[in-house]
């Protein structure tokens, strides 16, 4: 048997494709994958902060319309990317084992050759590289006269800005923020990212964003060959945090470039914690929350499953688990709309020119031809 799965061109992508290829050989021996790289908008547009793009799936739709037309079979994604609504008749199928979800802090090599290893250790005023709004925003609470301006470009890109040792660049960078998991992989394959990894932001400093970590699979809902071949590489305690993850930010309406921020974690207990938070770009208001959910209750009333999950489907999970971890997730989501979340993500999108996104669920319907399924996704 024969697969073809897709993945954006960046180096960070193709590597985490190529871990995903290994695995699954490991595990079936016989099948042969191809690997088809995919330049996406996300990709292209480098010279503009995401929040300001205005366009929702920028690293996901050129992928999306080839999964589509039948030229790939599977697509692999950092989850965090991943919009909480997908395509009609789309579902991420497979989330692997996720990696440390926690932020990271990079410190300019000259910098650090001195000994200078954290945030702490900066100037008051230093200049933070950081695309993301949710890391802005939590950063200004706790370092208020720090610059933090967007910085894009994939992580090899983005590591030469910071250096800037042939002083290409105008901007002198003091640190950058990067997440921790595409560092370390990429410190696998790529010595220029061994040791650079200065500092880790706790949550407490820095929630992290959705999913972010983790790596996520995406079929056609109908492909039940190839969903069962990537069951094996379903991994649950991540499936059920993610799941809770997603409802959060689902429910407020947030996009990966909002200020929202989550936490989560699953005990021995079986006790599935969510905290979740909303920040305005200032740092100077914030709301944070947490809950938990038994994910193995006694008794549980009877429930119609949907068939996914905040676009996830369940593998071999217990949907009455999937379904706990994603009503966690919306009832945290509501108690911070209750105390004025959305006004605060609201002035965040004025502030960005961010168009709120549409993630409201879609009405079942059948898939669209694949020529209308494309026409809508290019236009």
Not at 82 to 100: A, H, K, Y
Not at 124 to 138: F, P, V
């Amino acid at each position: 048997m024969k697969l073809v799965a897709g993945s954006r061109k960046s180096e960070l992508a193709m590597l985490q494709t190529n871990f995903v290829k290994a695995l699954l050989q490991k595990a079936n021996p016989e099948l042969e994958i191809d690997i088809e790289g995919i330049v996406t908008k996300g990709d292209k547009v480098l010279d503009v902060a995401l929040s300001k793009i205005g366009e929702k799936s920028l690293f996901t739709k050129e992928l999306e319309i080839a999964l589509q037309e039948g030229k790939v079979q599977f697509l692999v994604h950092s989850l965090k990317d991943m919009p909480t609504t997908l395509p009609e008749g789309m579902v991420l199928s497979t989330i692997l084992e996720r990696e440390s979800p926690l932020d990271a802090v990079v410190i300019r090599k000259d910098l650090a050759d001195k000994g200078i290893k954290s945030l702490d250790q900066l100037e008051k005023t230093a200049l933070i590289g950081s695309s993301s709004l949710r890391r802005k925003a939590q950063l200004k609470r706790k370092y208020p006269d720090f610059k933090i301006e967007s910085v894009r470009g994939n992580l090899n890109t983005r590591l030469k800005k910071l250096d800037n040792v042939d002083k290409s660049y105008e901007k002198e960078y003091s640190a950058l923020i990067l997440a921790r998991a595409g560092l370390e992989r990429m410190a696998r394959q790529n010595d220029a990212f061994v040791g650079r990894l200065s500092e880790t932001l706790e949550p407490s400093t820095c929630l992290y964003a959705v999913g972010q970590g983790a790596l996520a699979i995406e079929t056609m809902a109908t492909d039940e060959k190839t969903i069962e071949l990537l069951s094996s590489l379903s991994h649950e305690e991540t499936t059920l945090r993610v799941v809770a993850e997603r409802s959060f930010m689902k429910t407020l309406n947030g996009g990966c470039s909002a200020p929202v921020a989550t936490e989560s974690n699953i005990t021995k207990d079986n006790v599935l914690e969510l905290t979740g938070g909303v920040f305005s770009l200032d740092g100077s208001e914030a709301i944070v929350k947490t809950e938990s959910v038994n994910l193995c209750p006694e008794k549980m009333a009877k429930v119609e499953y949907p068939s996914d999950f905040v676009g996830i489907v369940p593998c071999k999970i217990e949907k009455s688990k999937m379904y706990l971890a994603m009503k966690l997730g919306r009832e945290l989501a509501e108690k911070l709309q209750k105390e004025g979340a959305m006004k605060i993500l609201e002035e965040a999108r004025e502030a960005n020119q961010d168009p709120a996104p549409n993630s409201s669920p879609k009405k079942s319907c059948p898939l669209p031809a694949a020529k209308d399924f494309v026409k809508s996704l290019t236009s």
